[in-house]
Structure formats: structure tokens, C-alpha cells
């Protein structure tokens, strides 16, 4: 886990801290329930630790937020997911 955080503070940019650490934290996290609660706040976490808004997953929105997540769990696709968080936080400054 020690190498996880490292990992996260010598990325420069803050975006790929977010989609990383929610990703990495989900794909290693050992349990069932609770992890995606979790990683998103986690996410949140990073989000205001950069100055950025925190961003909600709404429960309408889980298969378009599990979809991606799974892509690059099983597919090893990161893309998808990371343009998911890019698009819900652009959404989300939108309606500041």
C-alpha cells in the first residue's frame, strides 16, 4: 500500500492522481462492499486536495460509471473510465 501512495505523489498532475487512485484503490480494495463509496470519496479527496469541486456519482448514473470501470479492470482500457471522471467533473464545473 506504501508503494500505492507513493505512486500518487510523484504524479505531477492532478487529474491523473484522481483517475488513478480511485481506479487502483477499487481494482487492489479486497472487499465487495464498500469499495466504490470509497474510492469515490477518495476521488474527492484528491478532487479538493487540488482545488478542484467534488464531483457526486449519482445511483442513475452507475452503469455509465461501473461500464468504464470495468473496462479497464478487465480490459486493461483506462481511456473510458478516465474520460467518465473528465466528463463528470466538466459537468460539474458547468453547473457551479
Same mark, same amino acid.
Given at each position: 500500500?506504501?508503494?500505492f501512495f507513493e505512486l500518487l505523489q510523484a504524479e505531477t498532475y492532478p487529474a491523473v492522481r484522481v483517475v488513478l487512485g480511485h481506479f487502483i484503490f477499487v481494482f487492489i480494495h479486497p472487499f465487495f462492499d464498500g469499495k466504490g463509496r470509497t474510492a469515490r470519496?477518495?476521488?474527492? =479527496?484528491m478532487l479538493a486536495a487540488s482545488g478542484h469541486?467534488?464531483?457526486? !456519482?449519482? =445511483? /442513475?448514473? %452507475?452503469?455509465a460509471y461501473t461500464a468504464?470501470? #470495468?473496462?479497464?479492470?478487465? +480490459? #486493461?482500457? !483506462? =481511456?473510458?473510465?478516465?474520460?467518465?471522471?473528465? /466528463?463528470?467533473? %466538466?459537468? *460539474? *464545473?458547468?453547473? +457551479?
Open positions: 500500500m506504501s508503494v470519496f477518495l476521488m474527492n =479527496v469541486p467534488l464531483t457526486v !456519482i449519482k =445511483v /442513475d448514473n %452507475r452503469a468504464p470501470l #470495468e473496462a479497464a479492470s478487465v +480490459r #486493461e482500457n !483506462i =481511456v473510458l473510465f478516465a474520460k467518465y471522471l473528465a /466528463d463528470a467533473l %466538466r459537468t *460539474k *464545473k458547468q453547473h +457551479r
